[in-house]
């Protein structure tokens, strides 16, 4: 059987009425069904954004971003139960990112905004002596295994409206480029 281009497509008129008025009916009564779904679009759909932004992050770390992670799965033999810490990248050596490791740990995951709330980050104690060490290709499976939890670039020296760095941080930074 072949199909003729010239052939006309008939488009019951009658039908579409029946469906839209169906459809109408099915909104007017089933509308508090709809309001969760949609809200639950919305939720995974922000998570998906916020999930790429951070791997756009990962990919391309800058001196002063901020890696929040359970340490404890990266050093077993630290404090299991105050785990989860900051990373602050301290500077990039090659292949090799080299971290400050935040001194002060939470026992659960915490935003970047508890992390750093009421300037801690400018506390002189925030950060401990020894430093972390991690090559650039391994940060991405460290973030898709979970290791890494969260990510954040400095809005010049503010993350979240809480001051991270000095200012003159930041001015050494730039007059040395």
Known sequence: MTISLH???????????????????????????????????????????????????????????????????LAPTTDAKFRYLPLKVKSIDGDNVVFKIGNIGHTEKVSANNHVKSDAAMHRNYFRKEELILPVSQLHSLAEQGVIYDIARPNNIFIEGWMVMHLSELNTENSGS
């Open 7 to 73: 052939q006309t497509v008939r488009f019951d008129f009658h039908q579409l009425a029946h469906l839209r008025t169906w459809l109408k009916n099915l909104w007017v009564n089933c509308y508090e069904l709809f309001i969760p779904l949609i809200l639950v679009a919305l939720y995974f759909g922000y998570s998906n954004i916020q999930h790429q932004h951070r791997m756009s992050l990962i990919e391309q770390p800058q001196i002063h971003d901020f890696y929040f992670v359970d340490y404890h799965l």
